[in-house]
């Protein structure tokens, strides 16, 4: 059905911003399941948490683009599903306008030029063929119609895709932590397994651990929900705030979750005995997709930094009520430290 990633994110972003020959170029068969792609964005030589870093070059030549550069991740050519990818590079370096220097460009994956020097592990996990890369791109050659929205625009784009990326993130993490929480049910309750003479699920250590998971998935329902609410009724733009408490919260809840899950199973739960370790594993690199979850974190916290001044003279009311209260009642009012007395 195309919904996992990349291609939710990558379906999204040729239907908001590319023309329609783009579309019925690229953008079809991912619709149509018979094709798949990649996004291709990280770095391995800078610090791609800051994404104005980038800089594999993009470098226009005629009725041509060429690209050079090395990339990380971006699903393996071997996978001969996968047809092409959507590239991020430095068209522009000498901008004075740091956001305004990079562009983004289809890359078929049969393009001359692109090498993949491996498979990507992926804490230990090797999916290949399917599983990410790292490249080489050397001269690779596209044509100009093949530049998304146009030259410079790809902060622009990436906003737009990432955004939704990270709640299709956080609603699959959802969907494994009920998976992960029937399994520990099912262990819970099971027969054969009875240490010092009881079902697993009838310790009071495991009946509170049982209730926490449940409390936290069902709490973080509620969070994404909000954040693909706000994006449905304002905007990506608007949702930003409600999309990176998504990002912080969920996968940190999914490797809590998940590694409860293992506990109960005990030797059989770190094995291919089920599905737990890998449900971990793309939980906790989860953390690092689509932007850290200190990115993350210092956005949220500089938000809220910049609405404190609002609540000064909310504040100072909030005193000017209790001085009229305490005049009213006859009684004396009290300076509390840190508080703002000037009314």
Not at 140 to 164: C, D, H, K, S, T
Not at 224 to 246: C, E, F, P
């Amino acid at each position: 059905m195309n919904c996992h990633a990349p291609e939710t994110g990558n379906i999204e972003l040729l239907a908001k911003y590319c023309n329609e020959d783009q579309k019925k170029k690229w953008l079809q068969p991912l619709l149509n399941g018979t094709a798949s792609s990649a996004y291709s964005m990280t770095e391995p030589d800078v610090a791609s948490s800051d994404a104005t870093q980038i800089g594999c070059r993009i470098t226009r030549e005629g009725d041509e683009y060429v690209i050079n550069g090395r990339k990380l991740y971006g699903n393996c050519i071997w996978n001969t599903e996968n047809k092409f990818f959507i590239l991020m590079g430095c068209s522009d370096p000498d901008n004075s306008n740091k956001w305004a220097r990079h562009s983004m460009v289809i890359v078929p994956t049969n393009a001359p030029g692109i090498t993949q020097v491996r498979n990507l592990t992926i804490m230990g996990y090797d999916h290949a063929p399917e599983g990410h890369g790292e490249y080489l791109y050397e001269n690779v050659r596209v044509p100009i119609e093949n530049m998304i929205l146009g030259e410079g625009r790809a902060f622009e784009i990436a906003q737009g895709r990432l955004g939704p990326g990270r709640i299709h993130h956080c609603m699959r993490l959802i969907g494994q932590c009920e998976r992960a929480y029937e399994l520990a049910l099912i262990r819970c309750i099971d027969k054969r397994k009875t240490p010092r003479g009881k079902l697993i699920g009838q310790f009071d250590s495991n009946i509170e651990r049982i209730a926490q998971m449940r409390l936290e998935i069902d709490q973080a329902r509620l969070v994404v929900l909000n954040a693909a609410d706000t994006m449905d009724v304002h905007g990506n733009k608007a949702g930003r705030y409600a999309i990176a408490q998504s990002k912080i919260l969920i996968p940190n809840m999914a490797t809590r979750v998940i590694d409860g899950c293992m506990q109960m199973y005990g030797g059989q739960g770190l094995t291919q005995h089920t599905p737990l370790p890998e449900m971990w594993t793309y939980a906790r690199f989860v953390r690092i997709a689509d932007g850290p979850d200190s990115a993350h974190r210092h956005q949220v916290g500089r938000d809220e930094l910049k609405a404190a001044e609002a609540f000064v003279e909310r504040n100072k009311e909030y005193r000017r009520k209790y001085l009229r209260l305490a005049e009213d009642m006859g009684g004396k009012a009290e300076t509390f430290w840190g508080i703002t007395p000037d009314v």
